[in-house]
Nanobody
Framework: QVHLVESGGGSMQAGGSLNLSCVAS?????MGWFRQPPGKEREGLAA????????RYVESVKGRFTISKDDAKKTLFLQMRSLKEEDTGMYYC?????????????????????WGPGTQVTVSS
């Protein structure tokens, strides 16, 4: 069992920035950030592998969001810049078990095993 807790959400005007954090009981896994807009399905935004060099992003956030992981602090980060109204939603971090050390990162929701409770991000114009 891996426990995760997200923080850093809030309300922001379009064009602004927010930094999300996710403290985990263990980060030696593939991990990812996901978003669930109101009334829509959860989608993968950014993911990291077990070791650096395997970052992956969905097209809609490339160049605006940066994912990083600090294993010493057992924390996953998501830096978000140039926020848009469509970035509004509940943001979740998650852990995917079973990754190989030198494998890629994964954006598919169904392959993740442990989830945090989420943090709300609201972007207004």
């Amino acid at each position: 069992q891996v426990h995760l807790v997200e923080s850093g959400g809030g309300s922001m005007q379009a064009g602004g920035s927010l930094n999300l954090s996710c403290v985990a009981s263990e980060t030696n896994y593939c991990m990812g950030w996901f978003r669930q807009p109101p009334g829509k399905e959860r989608e993968g935004l950014a993911a990291v592998g077990i070791v650096p060099g395997y970052d992956r992003y969905v097209e809609s956030v490339k160049g605006r969001f940066t994912i990083s992981k600090d294993d010493a602090k057992k924390t996953l980060f998501l830096q978000m810049r140039s926020l848009k109204e469509e970035d509004t939603g509940m943001y979740y971090c998650a852990v995917r078990q079973g990754c190989q050390t030198y494998s890629g990162a994964y954006l598919d929701v169904g392959s993740y095993h442990f989830w945090g409770p989420g943090t709300q991000v609201t972007v207004s114009s």
